[in-house]
C-alpha cells in the first residue's frame, strides 16, 4: 500500500490569467504520452483546441473557466493534474482546487514578471504551506533580465528561490537554457510538437565555446558563477516545508523546458501528505478509506445531463461497489461507476489510493465539502464560499422553460459557480457573483445546456453577509427592522444584503450581539 502512495504526486498549475498554464498542462500530456498532439488555447494553424477547455465558452474565449482534473504515468509514477482557471472572476474555484493538492507549480510570464492574481494565490499556498516550484514562461520572447526577475519573485512572493536552470538570453536571442540541476545544455529548435535535443557539456571547457560561440558561453559562466556565490543551494527540507522554490525557465508554447521541469518535479515533490480533519489529523498510509467533495462538475456530458462529485482520496484505498458512510446524510452510499478523468474524457476505476481524486456521479447528494469515510465521523474543513460582491435579480425569460432554469440554476449552484440568495421580502431570486464574468458564463451555460432563458436585472448591493446570534430578541429586532433587505441562501441560513458599507457598519454598531460573516464556513 504505502509503495502506491509513494508514488502518486497531485499538484495544481496557477498563475495570472494568460501566464500559460493550459499551454505547460498541454506539455506535460505529451510527455506523458496521453495526447499525441498538443493542442493550442489561441492559434490560427493549430486547430486543435487545448485538452483541458473542454466547455464551449472556453473554447471561444481561449480562457480557463473551471478547474480540469487529469492523470497519467509518467516513468514509475502516477501524476494527477489540476488545470485551474486564472481569471480572478473564477478564482474561488482554484482557492478550491488548492485543498485537494500536494504541491504547486506556478507559471510567471517572463515579460511581466509578478502579476496580482499570482501574489494572491501564493498567499493561499502560504496558508497551507504548500510546497511550490515556479516555471517562468515565455522566454522566447522578450523578457525581463532573469536576476530582476528571481529579485522581483522573492520580494512579491516572499519566498526564497534557487534557479535550477539558467536561460541563455531571451526574445530572438534565446538559444537554449542551462540545466543546472543535471548539469546539462539544452538547445533550443522553435518548434510546438516535437521535443529539443540535450547535450551534456562540461561548461568550464571550449566545448561550451562551439555550442553558443565564445562571448555567450563566457557571459554564462560567469552568471553561474554569481548563482553559487548569491543563492542558497537547493535544500529537499526546505522545498517540501514551503520555504524555498525552485525555478525554472522556458517555453510552454515552443515544448521547451517543459521536460527539465517534469524530471525534477516528480523526483522532489511530495507524496500525499497528512490532511488535517475537525476530529483529527488523516494520515494517507491509514488503512480505512476517507475523502472529501471539493469541487461539482454539472454537464460534463451535455447528453446525459450529469453532475460529477470529484472526491479527493485522503487515506485508504477506495473500492468499486463497496458502502461507504455520506457523513452529512448519515447514509451508506454504494458507488458502482466511479471514474477517473481526462479532462472530458473519462474511464470507470476499480480502485484509488490516497492522493488519487476519482469522479462520483451526482444527483443532488452531493455538496462541496461532504465526507466519505468507512464508518467513521470525521469532517474536513477549509472549503470556504467567500461574500459576493456583485449581485443581479435573475428572471426567467421564457414562461415555457420554468422547470429548465430552475434545474438549470440549482445545479450551476451547487457547483459554486455563484450563490443564490432568496429575497425575504418580495421572493425575488438574487444571484451574487465574485466577478462580472460569472453572469455571462451563467447565461451562456443555462442557454445551451438546460435550454433555458434568463435575463438580469440590475439590483445595488454592497455586500452579502451571515448573521447569527445567540440573542434571539435582538436577531428577532433586526430582521424586523431590515425586512427589505434579509434573504435566505440556499441552506436556509439568514443574511444580510447590506446596500452600503455605511448602512453595514451602522448595522454592526447598533447591534452588538449579532455576528456578522463574510465566508460561508463558521
Not at 561550451?208 to 560567469?222: F, P
Not at 438546460?450 to 445567540?470: F, G, T, V
Amino acid at each position: 500500500m504505502n509503495a502506491e502512495i509513494e508514488r502518486r504526486r497531485t499538484f495544481a498549475i496557477i498563475a495570472h490569467p494568460d501566464a500559460g498554464k493550459t499551454s505547460l498542462t498541454e506539455k506535460l500530456l505529451l510527455f506523458g504520452g496521453q495526447i499525441q498532439v498538443a493542442g493550442a488555447v489561441k492559434s490560427n494553424k493549430i486547430k486543435k483546441t487545448a485538452t483541458s477547455d473542454w466547455m464551449d465558452i472556453e473554447k471561444q474565449r481561449g480562457i480557463s473557466v473551471t478547474t480540469s482534473v487529469m492523470e497519467f504515468d509518467y516513468h514509475d509514477y502516477k501524476i494527477n493534474i489540476l488545470d485551474t482557471p486564472g481569471h480572478q472572476d473564477f478564482a474561488e474555484d482554484t482557492y478550491r482546487t488548492l485543498t485537494a493538492v500536494d504541491s504547486v507549480i506556478i507559471v510567471v510570464d517572463g515579460a511581466k514578471g509578478v502579476e496580482t492574481q499570482t501574489r494572491k494565490l501564493m498567499e493561499v499556498c502560504r496558508m497551507r504551506n504548500t510546497p511550490v516550484i515556479i516555471f517562468v514562461n515565455k522566454m522566447d520572447r522578450e523578457a525581463k533580465d532573469p536576476f530582476d526577475l528571481l529579485d522581483e519573485l522573492e520580494e512579491e512572493l516572499s519566498i526564497h528561490v534557487c534557479p535550477l536552470s539558467w536561460p541563455i538570453e531571451s526574445g530572438p536571442r534565446f538559444r537554449g537554457v542551462y540545466n543546472i540541476y543535471e548539469r546539462k545544455l539544452n538547445l533550443f529548435q522553435p518548434s510546438k510538437q516535437v521535443v529539443t535535443e540535450k547535450v551534456e557539456v562540461d561548461i568550464h571547457t571550449e566545448d561550451l565555446d562551439n555550442h553558443i560561440g565564445a562571448s555567450l558561453a563566457e557571459k554564462l559562466r560567469s552568471e553561474i558563477e554569481l548563482i553559487d556565490g548569491v543563492y542558497p543551494e537547493f535544500s529537499l527540507d526546505n522545498y517540501k516545508g514551503g520555504e524555498l522554490a525552485p525555478v525554472f525557465f522556458g517555453s510552454a508554447l515552443n515544448n521547451f523546458g517543459v521536460q527539465e521541469l517534469l524530471d525534477c518535479f516528480v523526483e522532489i515533490a511530495p507524496s500525499p501528505r497528512p490532511v488535517n480533519a475537525v476530529e483529527r489529523t488523516v494520515n494517507p498510509d491509514e488503512t480505512k478509506f476517507t475523502g472529501f467533495v471539493f469541487k461539482i462538475t454539472a454537464n460534463i456530458d451535455p447528453n446525459h445531463r450529469s453532475c460529477v462529485a470529484f472526491c479527493k482520496v485522503c487515506s485508504g484505498k477506495f473500492t468499486r461497489n463497496t458502502p461507504y458512510l455520506h457523513v452529512r446524510h448519515n447514509k451508506t452510499m454504494r458507488f458502482s461507476s466511479p471514474t477517473q478523468f481526462m479532462a472530458q474524457r473519462k474511464t470507470t476505476v476499480e480502485e484509488a489510493w490516497a492522493g488519487d481524486i476519482i469522479g462520483l456521479p451526482d444527483n443532488g447528494t452531493f455538496k462541496i465539502g461532504d465526507t466519505l469515510t468507512e464508518g467513521e465521523n470525521l469532517h474536513f474543513k477549509g472549503l470556504p464560499s467567500f461574500s459576493p460582491e456583485m449581485f443581479k435579480y435573475i428572471e426567467n425569460a421564457d414562461p415555457m422553460k420554468t422547470k429548465q432554469l430552475s434545474k438549470g440554476i440549482d445545479q450551476l449552484m451547487d457547483e459554486g459557480v455563484a450563490q443564490l440568495f432568496v429575497n425575504q421580502f418580495n421572493g425575488r431570486k438574487i444571484i451574487g457573483t465574485v466577478g462580472q464574468l460569472q453572469f455571462e458564463v451563467i447565461q451562456y451555460r443555462l442557454e445551451n445546456e438546460y435550454n433555458a432563458k434568463c435575463r438580469w436585472e440590475p439590483i445595488s448591493l454592497y455586500k452579502a453577509c451571515w448573521i447569527e446570534s445567540d440573542d434571539a430578541e435582538e436577531l428577532e429586532a433586526f430582521k424586523k427592522r431590515k425586512y427589505q433587505y434579509m434573504a435566505k441562501d440556499r441552506d436556509g441560513r439568514d443574511v444580510f444584503l447590506a446596500d452600503s458599507g455605511y448602512v453595514l457598519q451602522m448595522a454592526q454598531m447598533d447591534f452588538k450581539n449579532i455576528k456578522f460573516h463574510f465566508t460561508s464556513e463558521f
